[in-house]
């Protein structure tokens, strides 16, 4: 099954909100057509303290390499495995990562849609 995640900024009461929103429809009956999983920030400073570019550069090669070790994933990223563990680690942690049977990393999403609002 394809699998989508979006990523944005919330509040705790936007976030509750949405989530309470989401359970009264499923009361109702209604059910998605597919999935999307969402990851939110409280801001654009602490999105971008966890996403940064050499992340984002990081989820694209992984995604195009498919399931990879961290060793290979470091030396096609032509960096030190160290910060290449440190960064999938985190990546894990926050979900946009995942490890299969085989111990190898893989990105799950063939999407990624971010929406941020420009005024509060």
């Keep these: 099954m394809k699998r989508d995640i979006k990523i944005g900024i919330k509040s705790d009461d936007e976030f509750f909100t949405e ?6 429809k499923l009361d ?6 597919q999935p999307v999983e969402r990851l939110y920030f409280e801001d654009l400073p602490t ?3 966890y996403l940064t570019p050499k992340r984002f550069e990081l989820l694209s090669v ?3 390499m498919g399931h990879a070790s961290i ?10 495995y160290r910060n290449v563990f440190d960064d999938v680690k985190l990546l894990e942690r926050l ?12 990105v ?5 849609d971010a929406t941020f609002r420009l005024a509060a």
Excluded at 108 to 112: A, F, H, I, R, T
């Design 47 to 49: 999105l971008l303290k």
């Design 19 to 24: 989530a309470l929103d989401f359970a009264r």
């Design 108 to 112: 799950p999403w063939e999407e990624v």
């Design 28 to 33: 109702t009956g209604w059910r998605p057509e």
């Design 71 to 80: 060793n290979a994933l470091a030396k096609s990223l032509h960096r030190q």
């Design 62 to 64: 992984l995604h195009s």
């Design 95 to 106: 979900g946009l990562v995942e490890k299969d049977e085989e111990n190898r990393f893989f």
